[in-house]
T-cell receptor, first 116, second 113 residues
Framework: GAGVSQTPSNKVTEKGKYVELRCDPISGHTALYWYRQSLGQGPEFLIYFQGTGAADDSGLPNDRFFAVRPEGSVSTLKIQRTERGDSAVYLC??????????????FGEGSRLTVL | AQKVTQAQTEISVVEKEDVTLDCVYETRDTTYYLFWYKQPPSGELVFLIRRNSFDEQNEISGRYSWNFQKSTSSFNFTITASQVVDSAVYFCALSGSNYQLIWGAGTKLIIKP
């Protein structure tokens, strides 16, 4: 596609449920990032993929969070046993090369997760 | 530790006024990159500019200009002759040796017609 696509745009779930958020990056972009943004704050780094592998997952808050990118394109962020504190907008970004976050990142519009 | 501070939570000006958004950063890295991103109401962050730590030249792009000063660890952003379409949240960010982007809390800019 022309830009980074994220689905769903909105997700409401109940505490304790499992959630998957999908990101389809710009075609040809090897680097993919997940960020989390709470209201009134800047994005918070979660995980960075270079190709299929997670190059840096130090931002994942705990073991309830997991992300995959099996074919080096689409990525899925998985959250188990959701908690109310997980409510946020989850942003995905991609970039052309392996320069980490030193190059221009292209962001999707985010997936807004609300845990009731 | 790395940190980005955007002290202005919200700025409101009347259209056609000039406005400066402040950004102060902290890092121990000698090589680093600074960024500004715009987040309109749609939520999609849009890249505006990147500067590396070895290039202190100011940059101008149309009505936008950036002033990078290592002596004060600042990377300020000025919009000249502001327009209503400039209304958005603007984020300053820093990338150092660990390649992660560290973001400020953002400044909400409101341009009134």
């Amino acid at each position: 596609g022309a830009g980074v696509s994220q689905t769903p745009s909105n997700k409401v779930t109940e505490k304790g449920k499992y959630v998957e958020l999908r990101c389809d990056p710009i075609s040809g972009h090897t680097a993919l990032y997940w960020y989390r943004q709470s209201l009134g704050q800047g994005p918070e780094f979660l995980i960075y993929f270079q190709g299929t592998g997670a190059a840096d997952d130090s931002g994942l808050p705990n073991d309830r969070f997991f992300a995959v990118r099996p074919e080096g394109s689409v990525s899925t962020l998985k959250i188990q046993r959701t908690e109310r504190g997980d409510s946020a907008v989850y942003l995905c970004a991609s970039s052309l090369n392996s320069a980490g976050a030193r190059g221009e990142l292209f962001f999707g519009e985010g997936s807004r997760l609300t845990v009731l | 530790a790395q940190k980005v501070t955007q002290a202005q939570t919200e700025i409101s000006v009347v259209e056609k006024e000039d406005v400066t958004l402040d950004c102060v950063y902290e890092t121990r890295d000698t090589t680093y990159y600074l960024f500004w991103y715009k987040q309109p109401p749609s939520g999609e962050l849009v890249f505006l500019i990147r500067r590396n730590s070895f290039d202190e030249q100011n940059e101008i792009s149309g009505r936008y200009s950036w002033n990078f000063q290592k002596s004060t660890s600042s990377f300020n952003f000025t919009i000249t002759a502001s327009q209503v379409v400039d209304s958005a949240v603007y984020f300053c960010a820093l990338s150092g040796s660990n390649y992660q982007l560290i973001w400020g809390a953002g400044t909400k800019l409101i341009i009134k017609p």
